[in-house]
């Protein structure tokens, strides 16, 4: 059977532009949210005024040397809307009626007040706005686990109306949950949400109430869209895929590897077999090529498993390329070797260059491991980009290198960004490979052969088997009809 070689496609001349997620996002709430190009503020500012977040961070009132977290434009645009204003404030209330429950129990049932007298712990002007937009939310003789209920309740109706301030690509269950606890229209289910609030207050999104689990290494989830989108669609056991719609492509943040390599002197790819995709790192070293950075790499690890793809082959036939491949031997069947080796092949290179006076200044890692962290970590004299994969990136490993301002971007943006005769090649190379491999692989016309002959109880020797293939068999072929079925042509004919 042939095989179908894909080495072709690192000879083309060929150019497609890298969508960079080198991101520099800050971490301290007084950062102003005009402060950097690479990070985008719009979904979660809108999530902050629905759920009810202080003015202050949206600029409102607070000092001249403190600068707002969210951005003022969006508080004004939904405060202006009646919806958004009702949500809000039904947010407010019920984050300090969970917050002050016992200090509000005691004023209301020892002094016999009601929540529209208790100014210190319930937010008036709320519960005025409320009132103005045409819900009577206080009532007589009304208990305070009763109110909270009458939040849900109100809630139901108008968070809906919401959806519209978000856009279309962002899945909005995963938004109106927030809003929604389990069995939130009865007074157990709000107990037992509350009890969870308070002993985690502080991991909540500036202590607002919400249908939360909480997490310390969640750390601030509200701190931009491109931290929080991923950690909700997690929660939802989804997978946020298109970062490029919540970071900037400006200058700043554009870190695509012939910008890398602009800034290196020397370089070195890693590449882990286990953790990469060879089709896609086929693409990225095309493109490499393509751009005249080749002269600046050093060398190219590749290191293997045997029980990776196959495909890796076409990568190590290119001679263009400086490549070095090791494949690894499995002490234990269980236990693979591969990131071990990697990182002491590649520190090994890190320190022969300098003693040769030629030290490597930059390195691509090409892995969705977070096992190379270490590595990254203790080489600060190395200027890394990491080239990762959705499917395969935890959102740890994504959290650890953007709080670190390591640079990385998506492989899988590579292929989105508009190069189709390399899209067609690396899309063609997999079909075929899947025919191969799963089909054709499996399709041995002898085996065939042999099988009927059992089936039927017929007896050929070798000679009039391989005579009767020669005959009959050889000069068949497959074609495909416009449904992708498989139809067989010259085919022998039966007189029977």
């Known amino acids: 059977m042939s095989e179908f070689s894909i080495g072709s496609l690192l000879d083309e ?54 600068n707002p977290q969210f951005y003022r434009s969006v508080y004004d645009e939904m405060n202006q809307d009646r919806e958004a204003r009702i949500v809000r404030n039904l947010c407010r209330l019920r984050t ?15 002094d016999i007040k009601n929540i529209d007298s208790i100014p210190d712990l319930v937010p008036q002007d709320a519960l005025k706005s409320l009132e103005a937009d045409g819900i009577q ?25 919401c ?9 909005w269950p995963y938004i109106r949950n927030l809003f929604f606890i389990n069995k939130g229209n009865t007074i157990e289910g709000n107990k037992d949400a509350a009890r969870s609030y308070n002993e985690f207050r502080d991991l909540y999104p500036y202590q607002a109430f919400i249908n ?60 882990d077999c286990e953790n990469a995709d060879p089709c896609k790192v086929i693409g990225i070293m095309k493109d490499l090529d393509s751009k005249g950075v080749i002269d600046k790499i050093a ?44 990182t002491i092949k590649f520190y090994r290179e890190i320190v022969e260059s300098k003693a040769a006076g030629t030290p490597i200044d930059s390195a691509i890692i090409i892995s969705s491991d977070c096992d190379f962290w270490p590595l990254i970590e203790l080489t600060p004299e190395v200027n890394f980009l990491v080239m ?58 002898f085996s065939v052969i042999n099988r009927a002959l059992s089936k039927l109880d017929v007896r050929m020797n070798e000679s009039e088997v391989s005579q009767f293939f020669d005959k009959y068999m050889a000069s068949m072929t497959i074609n495909f009809t416009k449904n992708g079925s498989a139809v067989l042509y010259n085919k022998p004919e039966l007189k029977y």
Not at 20 to 30: A, D, G, M, V
Not at 423 to 439: A, D, F, G, M, S
Request: net charge negative.
């Open 388 to 445: 990762l994969e959705y499917d395969n990136c935890s959102q740890a490993y994504y959290q650890r290198l953007q709080n670190n301002d390591v640079p990385f971007f998506y492989i899988d943006e590579y292929f989105r960004a508009g190069n189709v005769e390399l899209k067609t090649e690396i899309v063609l190379q997999e079909v075929l490979r899947e025919i191969e491999e799963n089909h054709l692989s499996k399709l041995n016309l």
């Open 212 to 271: 939360w689990y909480a997490d310390d290494s969640d750390g601030n989830i509200l701190r931009d869209d491109a931290k929080f989108l991923p950690i909700l669609y997690e929660r939802n056991r989804d997978r946020f895929y298109d970062m490029s719609k919540v970071t900037e492509a400006g200058d700043a943040a554009l870190t695509d590897p012939e910008e890398f390599f602009a800034r290196a002197t020397r370089a070195i790819i890693a590449i």
């Open 299 to 342: 060398k190219i690890l590749l290191v293997d498993d045997e029980h990776t793809s196959s495909q890796w082959r076409a990568l190590r036939r290119n001679e263009n390329l400086p490549l070095e491949y090791y494949l690894t031997d499995r002490v234990k069947d269980e236990k693979s070797a591969v990131d071990v080796a990697l």
């Open 96 to 110: 300090k009626l969970e917050r002050n429950f016992k200090a509000i129990f005691t004023e209301m049932n020892s």
């Open 137 to 161: 939310f206080v009532r007589a003789r009304r208990r305070l686990d009763e109110y909270i209920v009458d939040v849900h309740n109100y809630l139901l109706p108008h968070v809906p109306n």
């Open 13 to 66: 001349d060929k150019r497609t532009s890298l969508q960079s997620f080198s991101e520099n996002l800050p971490t301290n709430i007084t950062k102003s949210a005009n402060d950097s190009p690479r990070t985008k503020r719009n979904i979660v500012s809108r999530i902050a005024f629905l759920i009810g977040v202080d003015d202050r961070y949206f600029g409102i009132g607070q000092s001249e040397n403190m």
């Open 163 to 171: 959806q519209k301030f978000l856009p279309d690509w962002i899945k």
